[in-house]
C-alpha cells in the first residue's frame, strides 16, 4: 500500500482532473439512467398476479388503466372528451356510459343498478386504457398529456396516476434532499474537525463518489425512485467516517514526519487498513437486500453497495490528493475544534460497565419483542400527500361512487354463459363485494354485445379470455381485502382451474406475503454475512457474536420507539432498515474492538486500556454518528414522501442509538467477557 500512497502523493493533479472528467461523464449517465416509480413492478415474475398482468398487455393491449372522474360535463362533451384522449400516444380505449347508450337514450331507461356505479348528477366515470405497463415512459406521458388537455373537466385516480404524481413530487424534492444533508454535514463537520476548508473538501469527496454511484447506475438500466432518493444521503453518512479517519490519520502523521507526502502515504496505508474490514461488512450488509424475492432489495442493495466501494476508492485517491493539494489552506484555516471532551463519560462506562450491562441484558428481551411487533402498512398511497390529484380522485371515488379496490378477473372466453353467470353471483354474494360486470351481466340487464359496439367488445374480451370486473370496498393491502381475494380465488378456480384474479388489490396481496418472507430471510442473512466477515477480519470465534449482538440490541431498540410511539411504518421500512443499520453502524464497533485489542497487546490492563480507546476513539465515532444523522434527520423531516421521510427518520434515530451503545454498551460488553476474548481470538492467544 506504501507504493500505492507514493503514487497518489506524486500524481495528486493527474488524479484530480480525471476524477473532473469523470464526473462529467457521471452526469450524463446520471440522465440517461431511468428511474422507475412503480414498488408493484418489483414482484417476481413466476407469480399468478404478475402472470395476469402479463395477459392484460399483451393479449388486451392493457398494460395498465385509469379511472377518471368528468365533472359537470354533458354526455356529448364527455363523448368529444374521449376522442380527443384516443389521439394520446399510448392510450389504448377511453370508455363511458356514453359509448354503450349513445347521446339519445335518456339515462333514466338505463338500469339504475348500473347508473349509480358509474353516474350521478355532477359527475361520470370514464375508464382509460393504456397500451403500456403502469410506469413506463409512455403511459406517464399519456396520464400527464391528458392532464393538460382536460385540465379542468377531468381528474384520474389509478396507479398510473400516482406513480406520475409521485415521480413529479419525488424529482422536486431529490435536490432538496442532498442540500438539506449537506447543510447539516457541514455543520456537524465544521464543529468536530479542526480546519473551516476540510469539510468541504471533505464533502466534496463524497459528492463526487455518489456522482460516480448516480451515473454508473445506466449499467443497470434503471433504479427505483426509492433508491435514487436514498442512495445520496445513506453514502454520505455511509461513507463520512472513511474520510474522517484518513483525515485524522494524515494530521497525526503530520506531526511525526517532517514531509507532507510522507506523512499522506502513512495515512492511507494505516487507512486503507482500517477501512477494510469495515467497508467488507457495510457492502456486505447491503449485498444481502439481493437475496429478497422482491427485487427492490436487489436495486438499493447493488447500488448502496457500489457507493459504498466507490466511497472507499475515492477515499483513499481523490481525497488525498484534494489534501495535499490544498494543503496550504488547509493550514490557514485551522481552528480550535468545538467537540465535547468524554473523558469523565469515559470514566463514568467504565466504572458502572456491570451496571450498564445488567440493563442492557433486561432490555434486550422487551425490545426484541417490540421489534417483532411494529405495525407497518402496504397501501401506497398512504405515503403520498393527500394534496395530490390522484389521491383527491381516489377519495372521491371512494366516497361518491363507492369505488375503493376494483379488480379483474380473467376467465376462459370458452366458458358457458350459464356457469359465468353463477359463478358472479357468487362472487356478489362475497362480504365486501360492491358489484361485478360481466358480459353475461350486462346481457341480463338489457344491455347486449351488439350495443356494446366491437371497439367495447375487444376490451373485455379476445380469443382466449374473457374479462370480468369488480369492486370491492375493502382497502388494498387490508387483512380484509386479503381474506376477500382467497375467497374469490375459490370461488373461480372451480369453474375454470386457469383463472386468474389481477390488479393492484391481488398484486398487493402477494407484496404482503413477499415481503414478510424477505423480512425474516434479509435479517439471518445479513447477521451470517456480517458475521462470517468479522470473523476472518478479527479472527475471533466469541467477538462476532459480542459485536452483532450489540448492534441487534442498537436495531431492536430503535424499532421498539415506533411500537411504544404507536408508529405505523411504512412496509419497506422495517425490511431494509436493520440491514443499512448493522451494516452501516457495524463500522463503530470494529473501530472500537480493533483499538481496544491493540492496547491490551501493549500491556495495559483491561480498564486502562478501554479508557484510552475511549478517548482515542469516541470523537471519531461521535463525528461520524452525527455525520450519519444529520445526513438523513433533516430528509425525514422534509420529505413529502412518507416511504423515504419515515426511512430517514429511523436510520437517523437509528445512528444515534447505535452510537450509544458503541460508547456504552459495547465497552461493557468487552470488559465483562474479557478473559473469554482474549481465549478465543487468535492475536490475543499468540
Known amino acids: 500500500m506504501k507504493k500505492f500512497g507514493n503514487f497518489i502523493c506524486i500524481h495528486k493533479k493527474f488524479i484530480f482532473i ?55 360535463m354533458s354526455s356529448k362533451d364527455i363523448l368529444k372528451l374521449e376522442e380527443q384522449i384516443k389521439t394520446i400516444e399510448g392510450v389504448n380505449e377511453v370508455f363511458s356510459l356514453y359509448d354503450a347508450i349513445g347521446t339519445s337514450i335518456p339515462i333514466e331507461i338505463v338500469p339504475n343498478e348500473l347508473v349509480e356505479k358509474v353516474h350521478n348528477e355532477n359527475s361520470n366515470i370514464v375508464m382509460i386504457t393504456f397500451s403500456d405497463s403502469t410506469s413506463s415512459e409512455k403511459t406517464l406521458n399519456a396520464v400527464e398529456q391528458i392532464r393538460k388537455l382536460a385540465k379542468d373537466t377531468i381528474t384520474q385516480g389509478g396507479m398510473s396516476s400516482m406513480v406520475l404524481d409521485t415521480m413529479n413530487l419525488s424529482e422536486k424534492e431529490i435536490f432538496i434532499y442532498v442540500v438539506i444533508a449537506v447543510i447539516l454535514c457541514i455543520f456537524v463537520l465544521e464543529l468536530s474537525l479542526d480546519s473551516y476548508l476540510v469539510p468541504i473538501l471533505l464533502l466534496a469527496n463524497i459528492g463526487f463518489a455518489i456522482v460516480f454511484n448516480l451515473g454508473s447506475n445506466i449499467f443497470l438500466g434503471q433504479i427505483s425512485y426509492i433508491t435514487k432518493a436514498l442512495v445520496a444521503v445513506l453514502q454520505l453518512g455511509v461513507t463520512t467516517d ?167 378477473i380473467l376467465i376462459d372466453k370458452e366458458m358457458k354463459t350459464e356457469d359465468v353467470s353463477h359463478m358472479t353471483k357468487q362472487i356478489e354474494g362475497v362480504e365486501g363485494i360492491d358489484w361485478v360486470l360481466s358480459l353475461a351481466k350486462l346481457e341480463e340487464m338489457g344491455i347486449t354485445k351488439n350495443m356494446l359496439g366491437e371497439d367495447l367488445l375487444k376490451m373485455v374480451q379476445n380469443e382466449n379470455y374473457e374479462m370480468i370486473l369488480l369492486n370491492s370496498t375493502y382497502e388494498t393491502a387490508t387483512n380484509e381485502l386479503n381474506e376477500q381475494i382467497d375467497t374469490i380465488n375459490k370461488i373461480v378456480k372451480t369453474y375454470d382451474e386457469k383463472a386468474i384474479v389481477a390488479g393492484e388489490g391481488p398484486l398487493m396481496k402477494d407484496l404482503v406475503t413477499i415481503c414478510a418472507i424477505d423480512f425474516r430471510n434479509v435479517n439471518t442473512a445479513s447477521i451470517v454475512c456480517i458475521f462470517i466477515i468479522l470473523f476472518f477480519v478479527l479472527r475471533s470465534v466469541s467477538l462476532p457474536f459480542l459485536l452483532i449482538t450489540a448492534i441487534e440490541f442498537a436495531i431492536f431498540t430503535n424499532m421498539s420507539f415506533s411500537y411504544f410511539g404507536g408508529v405505523t411504518l411504512p412496509f419497506i421500512a422495517p425490511i431494509v432498515l436493520g440491514t443499512i443499520q448493522l451494516g452501516a453502524t457495524i463500522d463503530y464497533a470494529i473501530l472500537l474492538t480493533t483499538t481496544y485489542l491493540r492496547k491490551r497487546r501493549e500491556n495495559r490492563t483491561k480498564k486502562d486500556a478501554m479508557l484510552e480507546t475511549l478517548n482515542y476513539c469516541g470523537n471519531s465515532i461521535f463525528t461520524s454518528g452525527m455525520c450519519f444523522f444529520a445526513a438523513t434527520f433533516g430528509v425525514g423531516i422534509y420529505s413529502k414522501i412518507e416511504m423515504i421521510g419515515a426511512l430517514c427518520s429511523l436510520i437517523a434515530r437509528g445512528a444515534i442509538v447505535s452510537m450509544f451503545v458503541v460508547i456504552a454498551v459495547l465497552p461493557s460488553i468487552l470488559l465483562l467477557f474479557d478473559k473469554v476474548i482474549m481465549k478465543t481470538t487468535l492475536k490475543e492467544r499468540k
Open 18 to 72: 480525471l476524477s473532473c472528467i469523470l464526473l462529467i461523464l457521471s452526469f450524463v449517465g446520471m440522465k440517461l439512467t431511468k428511474v422507475n416509480y412503480d414498488i408493484l413492478v418489483y414482484l417476481p415474475e413466476d407469480i399468478e398476479t404478475i402472470k395476469g398482468q402479463n395477459i392484460l398487455t399483451e393479449d388486451f393491449n392493457m398494460g395498465s388503466y385509469s379511472i377518471a372522474v368528468a365533472k359537470n
Open 242 to 408: 472513511f474520510s474522517i479517519f484518513l483525515y485524522h490519520s494524515y494530521e497525526k502523521k503530520k506531526g511525526e514526519l517532517k514531509d507532507k507526502n510522507e506523512a499522506m502515504k502513512e495515512a492511507i496505508h494505516e487507512t486503507f487498513t482500517s477501512v477494510t474490514g469495515s467497508s467488507l461488512t457495510t457492502i456486505a450488509g447491503f449485498l444481502v437486500l439481493c437475496t429478497m424475492q422482491l427485487t427492490l432489495g436487489k436495486d438499493l442493495g447493488i447500488v448502496m453497495a457500489k457507493g459504498v466501494l466507490l466511497g472507499v476508492v475515492c477515499v483513499l485517491t481523490l481525497f488525498p490528493s484534494l489534501l495535499l493539494l490544498f494543503d496550504k489552506w488547509v493550514e490557514k484555516t485551522k481552528h480550535k475544534k468545538i467537540a465535547p471532551n468524554f473523558t469523565k463519560l469515559n470514566q463514568f462506562i467504565i466504572k458502572h460497565r456491570t451496571s450498564i450491562f445488567i440493563l442492557f441484558l433486561l432490555l434486550l428481551l422487551p425490545t426484541y419483542l417490540a421489534y417483532r411487533k411494529v405495525d407497518v402498512y402496504y397501501k401506497l398511497d398512504k405515503s403520498l400527500p393527500e394534496t395530490l390529484e390522484s389521491i383527491k380522485t381516489n377519495a372521491y371515488l371512494k366516497e361518491q361512487f363507492n369505488i375503493v379496490s376494483p379488480e379483474i
